[in-house]
């Protein structure tokens, strides 16, 4: 599976750190919902193609918090 963009809401700590992770595996899309850092709670959205799964992105996206994308590690 490979990562491709990874967005961060701009907070620190366990309770206000929102994470969002789109990844790829073959021909299936996967989008990661991270509440709570690298221990929190995840929630998991497989999708056919990249625009459904980038139009889910931008709907999580537009709640609150300072969203910015984060650089991918190759």
Request: aromatic share 14%.
């Amino acid at each position: 599976m490979e990562q491709r963009k990874h967005w961060w809401n701009g907070k620190w700590g366990r309770i206000a750190r929102k994470d969002v992770f789109l990844r790829v595996n073959g021909d299936t899309w996967y989008v990661e919902a991270r509440a709570g850092g690298a221990e929190g709670a995840s929630r998991f959205f497989e999708f056919g193609g990249e625009d459904e799964a980038l139009e889910a992105v931008r709907a999580m996206l537009n709640g609150p918090g300072n969203w910015r994308e984060l650089s991918t590690r190759d």
